[in-house]
């Protein structure tokens, strides 16, 4: 029976996971908390994590019917992520699991998000030993990576952004439209009554001969676009604006995995993190996955954004793999890299 804790950023999450699946997977989301500020302030995410922790593994344990007696082991996100947030998740988890005499295990924040489209969609069991070689794409506020995995615990990491994660490229244009913060949600929700193709903004390294992202580029054209169209508020406007936003980001991103993919001759490919929850990636991902007779995984909506589950579901195979579980004075590692 495994408790696991998430804090590398906004959300303060714990589930509780026994054999592959998930039986409790609360999570507090400190968007309201941040939403002011136009993005997250790590003072104010500690001070709420370090509040939040205790009721959230309360009501995880109580969701499950678990007591902690009943724990076995113990799992945390120790990085990447804000180090003071990452910090009070990780010194909770090892306290925990310290006085439980439970093991202990560390869990890579991006390790959890690629292996996350490995659940099934009802979000209660872990396929892992399905997993066949894929490109998987990690899209979130604070990341995106193209991956080549080769099997479980086997992965090498074949690009990245060289600016804005994808994520922050939504929320960074929302806030330009005067969206609430996160913006990117709210985004996609409006495109979808918008033209995708109203205005063409830049697909930067789109046709580049490697597997790397820019999306700052975007960001500056739309605030230049603004300056010189400033309708915002008139609704087909603003839906054809964001359509187009929404449009330029998903096409590059939808159009480098599959040629990384292709070039790499994997049959599959998966995506992860909180912008696979956009519509328009889901949809175009699947059409371009079905145009090349290639199979799709998507990370279920509910485990795209941040969330405990995914680090538990993992650290849970890693112990059956045989991994270290007692690093109780091991430390946080906020810029830890996925290889
Ligand atoms: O994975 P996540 O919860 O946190 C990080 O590890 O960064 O991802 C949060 C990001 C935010 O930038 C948010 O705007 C974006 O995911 N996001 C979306 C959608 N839902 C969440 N972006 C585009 N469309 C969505 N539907
Ligand atoms: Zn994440």
Wanted: with cysteine; aromatic share 6%.
């Amino acid at each position: 029976m495994l408790l696991a804790i998430e804090t590398s950023c906004d959300e303060t999450s714990v589930a509780l996971v026994h054999n592959g699946r998930v039986l409790s997977n609360v999570v507090s989301s400190q968007v309201r908390l941040h939403a002011e500020y136009g993005g997250v302030v790590p003072e104010l995410a500690v001070r709420a994590h370090l509040r939040n922790l205790p009721t959230v593994a309360r009501e995880a344990l109580v969701q499950a019917a678990v007591t902690s007696q009943e724990l076995t082991a113990v799992a945390a996100t120790q990085g990447p992520g804000l180090p003071s947030a990452l910090m009070a998740g990780f010194t909770a988890a090892q306290a925990m699991a310290f006085a439980l005499n439970t093991a202990f295990l560390p869990v890579h924040h991006h390790e959890a998000h690629l292996y996350s489209p490995w659940i099934t969609s009802d979000c209660l069991s872990f396929q892992i030993d399905a997993i066949e070689p894929n490109v998987s794409l990690i899209v979130s506020g604070g990341h995106t990576l193209l991956v080549h995995v080769l099997g479980s615990g086997q992965h090498r990491v074949l690009g990245g952004t060289l600016d804005d994660a994808a994520g922050e490229c939504f929320d960074k244009t929302a806030r330009l439209i005067g969206l609430p913060y996160p913006g990117g949600s709210v985004m996609d929700l409006l495109a979808e009554d918008g033209d995708p193709r109203a205005i063409p903004f830049p697909r930067s390294l789109m046709d580049s001969h490697n597997d790397d992202f820019s999306f700052s580029g975007l960001k500056t054209a739309v605030r230049y676009y603004l300056e010189k169209n400033p309708a915002v508020s008139e609704p087909k406007f603003r839906s054809n604006l964001c359509a187009s936003i929404r449009a330029a980001i998903v096409e590059v991103l939808v159009t480098k995995t599959m040629r990384a993919a292709q070039r790499l001759g994997v049959g599959c490919v998966t995506a992860s993190g909180g912008v696979t929850a956009n519509r328009a990636l889901r949809r175009e991902l699947a059409s371009a996955c079905a145009r090349n007779g290639m199979r799709i995984r998507l990370t279920p909506l509910p485990l795209c954004t941040d969330n405990a589950a995914i680090v538990g579901l993992l650290a849970e195979q890693k112990l059956r793999a045989g991994a270290p579980s007692d690093s109780y004075a091991s430390e946080v590692r906020p810029g830890w890299e996925l290889e």
